[in-house]
């Protein structure tokens, strides 16, 4: 927790200001509503706008201290509607010292727990409904007052080394003593921690509709004093909820995540820079999007030489007449283009098990990455608790905004000083899994899983693009804008930073859905339940696509690309061109994964097969040669996640290890743990290395070479749905020296700072750039000795069909290019998007290193 300000022995004073004349779902910064559409204010009146279980809004900025000390606290309470007559288990009121999980007060917030105490809707005052404190006894004349206004509050005072706790309730015209509960002997453990208002309905059922799109509650005037108090001004979230930037050939991208605004509210956001010690200077103002309820800015010519701080400004009406500036502050960090060392950090997965991931995010900034991807399943349907909305699809698109805004609640200071990547999988549309057919509507028939089968999205178009604008407007600009089907975006694209080529792309978009195009293989939620069909030989049908044209096109032409600089290429997308996992023999789909055992350390799992899961890129299997084929023309490693599982293989085409690197990266929070225990070990692996590790096939056929899994293990650690998951994030060190890459797998408590905390087995695995296009040569080329340049680029093109072979930075100025067939190749020397280029035609081959040497001269005049 912050230090926050003490109360001490002098009270302090809270007042809710929930103004007249102001009407919007977020309810304030020092509050956070669960669920966010379930609330908003309106005419100076806090309201619950649902009838369903345990909605409560956490107050952030206060907390009850763990000194002896007292309490005062007041609230307004009323009923909105008469619909909820029969529910007699329904109440609203007040939770009392709340703590989470993991004693953090964002976790507090979410899912903390604590006494309780309040007025049911039949007018019963009770206290602590957990320590079955008092019978709830049903009061006519209190019931008849909250249907117009009650007014509760609550007294606690220390008693011996326990407590005593008061809740009257009163009528607020005339302040007259309606009924009372009191309680002596309470454990002083239950008055530390946060405090919050519930308005609680358990379901029920009315002419077979659920009562829960019915308004429940009202609240207002909510008063808090007494020297218990402690005050944590530095809490509050809002209005600018969090930023993202990216910084790509001096072109700034910057997002401004802001609350669902009023009609009322200001609609534009400022971005200034600080010149000098302390100048600030505007330089830009956006407007809030409809929807996502993000600014974006891109400036171009920026200063990419220094730090410099920047502030995005926002005028907020507090009340009708009354508006405050309020500030978000970071600093763009000087891109690295000299440092020897460039450190990427990589995470997928981020259900909320471990919210707020603080241990996730001290381990990242002890590495001090330059640079983080996220990619994908920044939110899950689940996060946040109390189910997901889907329909009406205006309250669905408000859900999923609470649940991405408790995504930056959590990484907001790892982020607000970093370049970001951030990419949406098939969780963050409220998919299970995710075949995008190029846009398209799914069906709308049967199961979740029967509609996501079918191919396409589940919810419309604008909300898709609605959840892409919070998640990537902050990336370059599109490689091509045009959208595919119903006008939904693309996002695809490259970003250029410390002469890193990044290419992004969106391998879940265009791919086609396995069920229409393999019917005999009777698929179910990706997975064949045909147990005779043969993915391996039937799977691969020439309809199916994986990455699509136009995503294929710019992967061959960024390969290509070798200006600004760049002397190293990555691949950032959703996962990884394989199928790396195991089940039991017995066993046909994963919905059994969350309930497998989790094995001690060491331990081999027996009668595991390799799977087919057509949610993997494995499959279609040409799409995935295709793919791989394009990067390895670049060297490029490749940076996933999704899988549940960190993975470091190699991939292979028409051999195994004749392609690239990959990192499929660990989930920060694993709900769907996988593993990998083939049944025959690896062919060619190291003698000490585990029977999982070599060179394999997947169930699709593909190679791959294992060299490093984190299968999950029993640690011994609580929570173990947390720890004995093989949680955590990956790093990729990239020495711009030596071309040296070191792939890192790091558990979610590895701190490297901390002498006992390793990576997990396996890993650090150390590659060299070049490894990246493993495929052997048949024959080489001239040797090419650069005088002029320092570290040019060489493309090689075969001139029988006009393809490029590959396209690399070389590590000093001379060179002896190899090529995989017999004939002529034009070669390109020197430095892209200058006039210091040199091209030889109709050069051919020789089968040794060791032929002729060509200078290329750059010093004498052209």
């Excluded at 001004?233 to 669902?260: C, N």
């Excluded at 607000?416 to 709308?444: Q, T, Y």
């Excluded at 001239?782 to 590959?806: A, H, M, N, R, W």
């Amino acid at each position: 927790m912050f230090a926050g300000c003490r109360g001490g022995e002098q009270p302090i004073e809270f007042s809710s200001k929930w103004s007249d004349g102001l009407d919007r779902v977020w309810i304030g910064a020092d509050f956070w509503a669960n669920r966010l559409q379930d609330w908003r204010v309106s005419d100076g009146r806090l309201e619950c706008l649902v009838s369903a279980y345990d909605r409560y809004v956490s107050l952030l900025t206060r907390d009850l201290g763990e000194r002896p000390g007292d309490l005062n606290m007041s609230i307004n309470i009323g009923r909105i509607t008469s619909k909820q007559d029969v529910n007699t288990h329904a109440w609203a009121g007040f939770r009392i010292g709340a703590k989470g999980r993991f004693d953090e007060y964002r976790d507090t917030a979410v899912r903390g727990k604590g006494l309780e105490a309040g007025i049911t809707m039949k007018g019963g005052l009770f206290i602590g409904k957990s320590l079955d404190a008092v019978q709830i006894v049903p009061d006519p004349a209190l019931e008849k007052q909250l249907i117009k206004e009650v007014k509760l509050q609550v007294r606690l005072k220390p008693q011996d080394e326990n407590y005593f706790l008061e809740l009257s309730a009163y009528n607020p015209e005339t302040g007259k003593l309606l009924g009372q509960v009191k309680k002596s002997g309470l454990p002083a453990k239950y008055f530390s921690g946060g405090l919050g208002l519930v308005a609680h309905f358990p379901p029920l059922k009315e002419g077979g509709f659920v009562l829960d799109s019915y308004p429940s509650f009202w609240f207002s005037h909510w008063t808090i004093g007494g020297t218990k108090i402690d005050r944590f001004p530095e809490r509050a979230f809002g209005p600018i909820l969090f930023a993202q930037y990216t910084l790509s050939d001096q072109v700034l991208k910057l997002t401004a995540q802001m609350p669902p605004l009023g009609k009322e509210d200001t609609r534009t956001v400022g971005l200034q820079v600080k010149k000098g010690e302390n100048k600030w200077t505007a330089i830009a103002e956006e407007i809030i999007r409809e929807n996502s309820f993000t600014a974006t800015f891109r400036v171009p010519h920026w200063d990419n030489t220094r730090d410099i701080p920047y502030c995005l400004v926002y005028k907020m009406r507090e009340t009708k007449d009354q508006v405050c500036e309020c500030d978000w502050q970071g600093v763009i960090r000087r891109e690295p283009v000299k440092q020897e060392e460039v450190v990427v950090a990589a995470f997928t997965g981020n259900n909320d098990l471990g919210f707020p991931n603080t241990d996730i995010s001290k381990s990242v900034e002890a590495h001090d990455p330059d640079l983080l991807f996220f990619s994908g399943d920044q939110i899950y349907e689940g996060v946040g608790g109390r189910g997901v909305q889907r329909k009406p699809v205006e309250k669905a698109a408000i859900g999923y905004l609470g649940k991405w805004y408790q995504w930056g609640w959590a990484y907001k200071d790892l982020i607000r000083n970093r370049p970001v990547i951030c990419i949406p999988d098939d969780h963050d549309v409220f998919h299970g899994n995710l075949w995008g057919a190029e846009g398209k509507a799914c069906g709308s028939k049967g199961t979740e899983s029967d509609k996501q089968d079918t191919g396409g999205y589940k919810m419309p178009p604008w909300w898709v693009n609605m959840v892409q604008k919070t998640q990537t407007s902050h990336l370059p600009d599109p490689i091509d804008p045009a959208p595919v089907l119903q006008g939904i975006e693309v996002y695809y694209t490259s970003l250029n930073y410390a002469g890193i080529s990044f290419a992004i792309i969106e391998d879940r978009k265009f791919k086609s859905a396995p069920k229409p195009l393999l019917p005999e293989a009777e698929i179910w939620n990706g997975w064949p339940q045909n147990q005779d069909f043969d993915a391996e030989k039937d799977a691969d049908v020439p309809e199916a696509v994986l990455l699509g044209k136009r995503q294929l096109d710019f992967l061959e032409q960024w390969a290509a690309d070798w200006s600004s600089g760049v002397w190293m290429k990555v691949l950032l997308s959703q996962t990884i061109f394989a199928n790396v996992a195991t089940l039991p023999e017995d066993v046909f789909d994963d919905k059994i994964v969350p309930r497998l055992r989790i094995l001690p350390k060491g331990e081999y799992a027996k009668n595991d097969r390799i799977v087919t899961d057509l949610d993997s890129n494995g499959w279609p299997q040409s799409g995935r040669n295709r793919a791989i084929q394009a990067i390895r023309k670049g060297f490029a490693l490749h940076i996933a996640g999704d899988q549940h599982l960190g993975t470091t293989i190699c991939y292979g085409v028409d051999e195994c290890n004749d392609a690239g690197f990959a990192l499929c990266v660990p989930s920060v929070s694993n709900v769907w743990p996988r593993r990998w225990y083939p049944p025959l070990p690896g062919k060619n692996r190291e003698p000490s290395a585990p029977k999982y590790t070599g060179e394999f096939a997947d169930g699709f056929g593909n190679k791959i070479t294992v060299y490093a899994v984190s299968n999950p293990t029993f640690t011994g650690k609580k929570p173990s749905n947390l720890y004995d998951r093989a949680t955590g994030f990956g790093l990729v060190r990239f020495n711009r020296v030596t071309r040296d890459i070191t792939i890192e797998c790091w558990p979610r408590l590895g701190d490297p700072n901390v002498a006992d905390n390793e990576q997990y087995p396996g890993w650090p695995v150390k590659i060299n750039q070049m490894d990246n296009y493993g495929r052997k040569p048949v024959a080489y080329l001239p040797t090419y000795k650069v005088s002029g340049l320092t570290d040019p680029v060489f493309q090689i093109i075969g001139e029988k069909k006009g393809e490029t072979i590959y396209t690399l930075r070389a590590k000093g100025n001379t060179f002896t290019p190899w090529v995989f067939s017999v004939g002529t190749y034009t070669v390109k020397v020197g430095e892209p998007g200058t006039d210091r280029m040199k091209v030889f035609h109709e050069v051919t081959p020789i089968a040794e290193k060791g032929g002729k040497v060509i200078e290329v001269d750059f010093i004498s005049p052209f």
